[in-house]
């Protein structure tokens, strides 16, 4: 070991008490603010003189006063210990961020993908996090956020930023008509919402993202859909559709047996089928309430700025998929 590394190495448990002799100047009043004895202080100052080659306090009367030596070296060993101290913080910020727990509000079609690659790559930097998971309609998510059950909400449409709320967009993905395999339409490249005017809509419930903005689109196509069902469940009204019971708008369902016509499926099977109109997509992000920056827990605030500085790149791949 080098000499000098070894002078640090014997120095460094030494510096707290040197930083509070130079501030009292007394060795008295720096063992009881220290919680040590006089005769450690007193070793402490010794050992250290000893180390750097000259003496760093001089007795003065009933205290002691700083040598010039000292006075150069006081500013170095103050800044040491600032360093440290800013590093110590920093690992109890992290270990607070491991012991926090994340409240997050989503809509049920985030559950497979979306939120699953969010906390993935949160995780993966603090594995400590931990979170807490409600999944419901737009509606419900939007009041758990408001009445403070959630820290956060997913959801599509995003919500509106306003006094309370504040959200990011995160992606956009398309709505397509599903219909049964052996519908007429099925194997058409693009479809209107006119070709569906007579036809049994299989809906999402009221209070349901997909549910506005299917309201929506029929509004634009001037007509009222023949609602067939309402499901609280895009899985449910695939299955509904796949068995001939209706046509409904959904976003892109990825690969389900749902795509998969056989024998033993019992004629069981759906076809995504583009839809001719400019209303048809759905815009996905993040909403959470406005707070004071030290009202919003460590963990929150950290997982929030992930999701909406690196989410659109996170997810820009699902939303590829989504859209090809």
Not at 32 to 44: C, F, H, I
Not at 60 to 78: F, K, N, Q, S
Not at 149 to 156: G, P, R, S, W
């Amino acid at each position: 070991m080098e000499a000098d590394h070894k002078q640090l190495v014997q120095l460094l448990p030494l510096l707290p008490v040197l930083a509070e002799l130079g501030r009292t100047e007394h060795v008295t009043e720096t063992a009881e603010l220290l919680g040590v004895p006089q005769s450690t202080v007193s070793r402490v100052l010794a050992r250290a003189s000893a180390v750097v080659g000259t003496e760093l306090l001089v007795r003065d009367g009933r205290g002691v006063r700083l040598t010039p030596a000292a006075r150069t070296l006081l500013p170095y060993i103050e800044q040491a210990l600032a360093e440290f101290q800013a590093g110590l913080d920093l690992v109890r910020h992290e270990s607070e961020v491991a012991r926090g727990r994340i409240s997050v509000a989503f809509q049920h079609t985030f559950g497979e993908a979306t939120l699953p690659l969010l906390i993935s790559a949160f995780r993966s930097r603090h594995p400590g996090a931990a979170f807490a998971l409600s999944q419901g309609a737009r509606n419900a998510c939007l009041e758990e956020l408001a009445s403070g059950e959630a820290d956060l909400a997913l959801t599509a449409p995003v919500a509106a930023a306003g006094r309370i709320l504040q959200s990011a967009p995160l992606y956009r993905e398309p709505l397509r008509l599903v219909v049964h395999h052996s519908h007429p339409l099925a194997g058409r490249a693009t479809a209107g919402l006119a070709d569906i005017r007579t036809e049994p809509f299989v809906a999402l419930g009221p209070g349901y993202g997909l549910r506005s903005l299917t309201d929506a689109l029929f509004r634009e196509a001037g007509y009222r859909p023949r609602i067939a069902f309402e499901s609280q469940d895009s899985h449910t009204v695939r299955g509904l559709v796949s068995a001939g019971l209706g046509v409904s708008i959904l976003p892109p369902g990825g690969d389900t047996p749902g795509r998969t016509v056989s024998p033993e499926t019992a004629n069981l099977g759906w076809v995504e089928v583009p839809l001719d109109s400019a209303l048809a997509f759905r815009e996905v992000g993040l909403t959470w309430r406005r707070r004071k920056p030290d009202a919003e827990p460590v963990a929150v605030r950290l997982f929030r700025e992930l999701v909406v500085a690196e989410g659109p790149q996170l997810l820009a791949g699902l939303a590829r998929q989504r859209t090809g």
